[in-house]
């Protein structure tokens, strides 16, 4: 019983680690926060090509010195330690960008787009990440969530946010019937079967006349107790980009799913999902059914997707098969491979990356599938646990691994 | 630049901007106005996106030579690739960017339909310059779409009445199931029937659709006289080549989406006889076509201007005038455009009636002739020397 | 509907399968090999039908003749250059992620394909756009009532044929065919009794790549025409083919093709919207015999029972 002994021994340390958790700890995490923001706002404002180009080889030496010289472990630590204020922080960084950009339509779309595809990724990753079910069609479950918004908003009075859950849900059900055929048989079924879907779905939709067919479907904007979306608002006389109301709504469901997918990393459903996915066979073995917790997962995970979808429909305002297509399914996974599997940190740098960076370099637009699919090939060869891998699970809180 | 007021990056973007400026300033006397195009620039139309693109960039090139005009402009031209998704976020991006005044838009009937509600929530004035379908000017009250070449519902019934004449009784139609392809199905319809002529069946095919054995050897047991097609230049040369494999003997007709120089490459030598037909005159018989032509190719562009390259001249043409007498505001050069009368252009007169439509009467009919589109009244077809699929 | 309509039918559900069944043995031979599902291999047909044309083109400038020698050219330049890219795609990528979970190299492999998929697009002019590929084998045809059979379909699907009863012959009847079933069946063993493991790896993947390069050649000299896209539903398409038939099995994935193949068929003729649903209706199947059999219609050799 060794194990237990020399947990037990950090245990009483820990207590003297807690009392050291002072404001200290906090500074790395908030610096790193700030100087994110900075950045952010900096590439977000800056339109010239040579200078992006700059600012990005800038931010790429300075992450690559920072990682050798070992200067993001106290950052990695503070937001382990204090990851409730942290996130806190984070969220008030979001908001800061948003005052800051508050007039200007498209940075302010870009950045709810951001927001609306870490909520997808996280459900992503719930299926990945945490249980190791392959999803490759996350876009059209995305889509899947979208069209139920825009069917439902426009020929029914239900009310916008029972729409969105209501999204949710017939993406959770859809993968339901999706995986059910295969949930007893090995991995790569799994996988053939979401690509097919995903590649199905699109000609699906492009003979579908209800559907609106290959020329998509109009939505209308998001209403919350007669308060339109798609108005701009006026605040003391500043004139607010109606984006400002998707963006709120926006990080408001992205921080439920993120505190949501936390906790349940850290229960012991976490626990049993992690348990199956490294090892199926002696998890069955511990009687752990296999079946239901990977179904548990992948419903939970694509209902996120589709909730995601259902707002970023009413935000567009437009809806086409070709806004779904398999190639961004393959965007998704993209995101969820590069940010480090398991880690929801890693899937907003990611995203971020993924989104912002085709936006500014106007040069790189074409070419960026091409660059997502070689920069994931070599994540995979070199360093296939992402960018920001997913740490080492606590145990017991305020236990570091040594 | 946006937003540049605050801070250390906005001094600094401001200092790099006003360093690459440096050289250049002296011709920058007069404000800058940005003026924007959207065109399928990638993709299986891009021929036509291209030509429409370097027309439009002409059309500035030329007003910033000329030392009278009050503006310096400068085009922000954006890729739709004949997506309506990806035409709504570029849509977007012209409409959320205050300094974008007013564009010419869309190849595309199904991206044009799919972007004018975005035009209207961000109050950008647009001209089409080569979508057909009708729905986009008038299934909307949207004072802000204007269009400057003509619809499908006048090419069908030219149409129609043309191919009576050479006496064909039966037709299926195969078309696409984008907005554009359905609403060449229902006008011709409406068009042929009228006329007396019999719809032995229909099918809708998706755009990208590769394989067509199904459908044509449905169609082969029917045994029409015409096949006629709804859709875009891709999928006429994969119809046309694969009718040939199945040995479907008809005559092979379609409308403005399949008359350009690609159709032909494509097919080779089976595009021989192909009937087509397009709003407007050919570019080298419009009013202003020959001063076009010469402008154009005395610029170098690449690309030929195609079909409908002197449309988006003559919508760009009309976009810098407004913003030269009302000055760069979007509302002002709304307002301007829906007023437009009797306009002289290199297309002919511009006339923009309620819905912002403009009235083409000329219908011009086509014959793949020799590796080439000609007009048929000029063609050995009508002279008789040639002669059509299943014609005495 | 009457006999020549089925007649055409039969021929054209003929064509699909042999085309199926082609990059179905090649996702077998990988798998059998290496335990790898090698999902970039519809793209390197891809890559192998336009090297065909490229190599067409090239043919043309310099004027060499017309027909025969043309294809042969062709086609040992695409077998040549896919072969190539199979054996370093083996070696480069897959090989160094045998010790990594099988889900790393799925998504390597995916990505992969996704890699080529876009290089074409982007790298080979105007990539983006279908281009019409040369009609070169003679198209004279014979006609009854509503059926034509065109010389090149029955050309095609002899060669075709041809070849995979020439993978068959490979495997069972040649010192290398025994090689890489050995390798196939036990890979420690095999080394142990002298077989230089990487270099069967290496063979068998150029020659899974070759029978795909074979295959798109087929592919553009059938519809006349290729585009960057056209890998990707035939690689899901070979993949559940092979799967369906069990995969580790050629028979199997031969058979595999063919059904599938005769599901499109049935569901074009069956289906009121012709060729928008069928191929929704033969994933549906494909998905419902997978869900029945786990392992394939023709068993695959390991089981895992707990």
Redesign the interface.
Known sequence: MSGFESAAAPASKSDAAGARRGPRSLLPGLAAIALGT?YV??LL????Q??IIALLAAGIVAAVAAHWTGMLNPVASSFIDREQVLSGAVVAAVLAITV??HA????L?LVTTILLYVLATLGLNLQFGYA?V?N?AGASFFGVGGYTAAVLSTHTGMPHFLVLLTGGVMAAFIGLLVL???L??????A???T??FA??FR??L??N?VLG????L?VPGFELFGWSF?RNIDLFGLQLSFYVNYLLMALLLVIGAFVLVRRLERSWIGLNLDAQRLDE?AA??FGLEIVRWKTTAFVLGNFLIGLAGALFAMM?????P??FT??DS?IF??IV?LGGLGNPWGLVVATAIVVIIPEKLQAIQ??R??LY??L??LM??FR?DGLLPRPVRNYFPGWRPR | ????G?GL??A??AL??AA?MAGPAAAQDKDTVKVGFIGPL?GGVSANGLGGRNSADLAVKLRNEDAGAKYHYELEVLDDEC????G??AA??L???PEVIAAATHYCS?VA??TV??YN??GLPVVVWGAVLPDITYGNDYKEVHRVNGTMINQNQVAAEFVREQGYETWVIIH????YGKGHDQYFTEAVEGLGGEILGRF?V??DQQDFTAELTQAKSLDPDVIYFGGLTPLGVRIRAQMDKLGLEAQFEGTSGIVSDAFIEGLGPLAEGVIAFREGAPTEKLPGGQFFLEKYNAAGYEQPPEAYGAFAFAAMNLILDAIEEVGPDRELVRDWLNNVQGRDSIVGEITFDDHGQNTVALITKYVAQDGAWTLWEDSEYATGQRKLTGQQ | MDAGLLAQYVINGLMLGMMYALVAVGFTLFFGVLDV?KFSHGDVLTVGAFMALATYIGLETVGVGAGLPQLILMLAAAILGTALLGALIARY?VM??RT?P???T???T???G??LR??VR?FYPQGANPKPFPALLPSDSVSFGNFTLRLDNVMMLAAGALVIVAVQLLLNRTKLGLAIRAVAQDEETAKTMGVNFTLIVLITFALGSALAAFAGLMNGLYYNEINFGMG??LG?IG??AA?VGGLGSIYGAILGGFLFAALQTVGAIALP?AS??K??FA?AV???I??WR??GLIQEKIS?R?
Not at chain 1, 45 to 48: A, P
Not at chain 1, 213 to 216: D, E, K, R, V
Not at chain 1, 316 to 320: L, V
Not at chain 2, 83 to 86: M, R
């Open positions: 900075i706002i900096a404002v800056v339109e010239e040579t200078i800051y950009f200007d339509h498209f940075i779309l190791g392959l490759f059910l055929p295969v007893r048989t090995r991995g790569h079924y996988a053939v079967v690509i097919a590649l199905l000609t699906f492009e003979v006349d067919g290959p020329q998509g109009a798609n066979t069955i073995c567009i305002g437009f809806i086409a070709t806004n398999f190639a393959l996974v993209s491979l074409e070419y599938f091409l699919a070689a994931v090939m995979l060869l296939p | 630049m946006r937003k540049s605050f990056t906005g600094l973007a790099a901007l690459a990638t997506k309506p998704n990806t709504v976020q977007t991006k409409g959320a960017n199904a339909i799919a509600g975005t929530r961000f696409d199931t984008t907005d809708g998706t755009a | 599902i990528i160094p992620l990594a099988p889900l790393n799925l998504l390597i995916l990505m992969l996704t890699v876009e290089s982007l990707l539903l899901v993949f559940s799967i919207f928008a649903y191929d929704v994933f494909v998905i419902a997978m869900a786990p392992t895992e707990v």
